[in-house]
């Protein structure tokens, strides 16, 4: 039993166990008695979340690393492996116990990794530009994608970026490190199709989340 004074309701203690079940790291333990204060999912820490586009859309800002602090509840660690990491969780739960040991020696943490710069599109280091109506209205809307082409679809999809504000229009970059990574392509002199089909590739080889960048 644990001492009194400790004792935060029935789930409060850490069992160590569920540190290699639940891919759980202790963080913190209190200096006097040792029990653990503190866990963090390494899911989060070494994968980052599983999401589609559309989410990874949808949670810009988020880029919360799970931990749980004096509440260490079994049901909690599960919703959130499933919900945030279902297939490495899925690839977890069928190792061994001395594979789960070893899950992580290897892996580099995610943010020493150049994909969540990449990936994050967070809002706090997205770009924004306000550009002259003319080049909007004339030199991408009417000359660049003309609404003949492909039934105005392109068209469409390329204005939506493009917000009107009183006297010039306004766009947001999400995704500045992938903006500049094209930009430099079309400047050495590809074609935006070419371009379009290397960020497609090195999405595909490295793994790296680039959005489609007109849509
Ligand atoms: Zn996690």
């Known amino acids: 039993m644990p001492k009194a004074g400790h004792e935060k309701g029935p789930k409060a203690r850490f069992f160590a166990e569920h540190a290699s079940t639940y891919g759980l790291k202790i ?20 994968y980052g979340p599983e999401t589609d586009l559309e989410k990874l859309r949808q949670r810009a800002k988020k880029t919360t690393k799970m931990a749980w602090t004096n509440c260490f509840r079994v049901d909690q ?10 297939s490495i969780w899925a690839t977890y739960q069928a190792s061994t116990y001395d594979e789960k040991l070893r899950f992580f ?32 209205e004339i030199l991408i809307s009417d000359m660049f994608f003309h609404p003949d082409d492909q039934g105005g679809v392109t068209q ?9 504000k009183e006297d010039y229009y306004e766009v947001t970059i999400s995704n500045p490190v992938q903006f500049d990574l ?13 371009c379009e089909g290397i960020v497609a590739d090195t999405r595909s080889i490295t793994g790296i989340y680039t959005r489609t960048w007109l849509s």
């Open 182 to 194: 094209v930009v430099a392509y079309i400047a050495r002199g590809i074609s935006f199709r070419q």
């Open 105 to 136: 020696d290897s892996k580099v943490p995610l943010e020493n990794t150049i994909l969540p710069h990449i990936n994050s599109g967070s809002t706090a280091t997205a770009l924004k530009i306000n550009i002259h109506p003319s080049i909007v």
């Open 77 to 86: 660690y599960k919703k959130h492996n499933r919900s945030e990491h279902p």
């Open 27 to 46: 963080m913190e333990r209190c200096p006097s008695t040792s029990e653990v204060v503190s866990v963090r999912c390494q899911f989060c820490g070494y």
């Open 156 to 164: 469409q999809a390329a204005l939506k970026l493009f917000i009107r």
